[in-house]
């Protein structure tokens, strides 16, 4: 089990930048696929990006590749969003997740953060 606490997020003009962090306890001894996902009001949750356990791999959904970039401390236990370049349809609810890498579903989730990007 592991417990994911979001923080970071907040109102930006749109241009703007956010980071956001991701606090993982609990099981930290085993490795976790880490994701970020985000859900608009209205609009279902959408996968945002993700990152394996070394850090080596990552992958962006295509609006916000080039503007977001997901990393990892491992000895902090702790995962990021940087967002750059905001606008305001990435307004949305932002949640951390995680996975053990042989599973597809990702099983731990985190509260929630809100990010607001006005224009």
């Known amino acids: 089990q592991v417990q994911l606490v979001e923080s970071g997020g907040g109102l930006v003009q749109a241009g703007g930048s956010l980071r956001l962090s991701c606090a993982v306890s609990?099981?930290?001894?085993?490795?976790?696929?880490m994701g970020w996902f985000r859900q608009a009001p209205g609009k279902e949750r959408e996968f945002v990006a993700t990152?394996?356990?070394?850090?080596?791999?990552?992958h962006y959904t295509d609006s916000v590749k080039g503007r977001f970039t997901i990393s990892r401390d491992n000895a902090k236990n702790t995962v990021y969003l940087q967002m750059n370049s905001l606008k305001p349809e990435d307004t949305a609810v932002y949640y951390c997740?995680?996975?053990?890498?042989?599973?597809?579903?990702?099983?731990?989730w985190g509260q929630g953060t809100q990010v607001t990007v006005s224009s």
């Open positions: 609990g099981r930290t001894d085993r490795s976790y696929t």
């Open positions: 997740a995680a996975r053990r890498p042989a599973q597809r579903n990702y099983n731990y």
């Open positions: 990152i394996n356990w070394s850090g080596g791999s990552t």
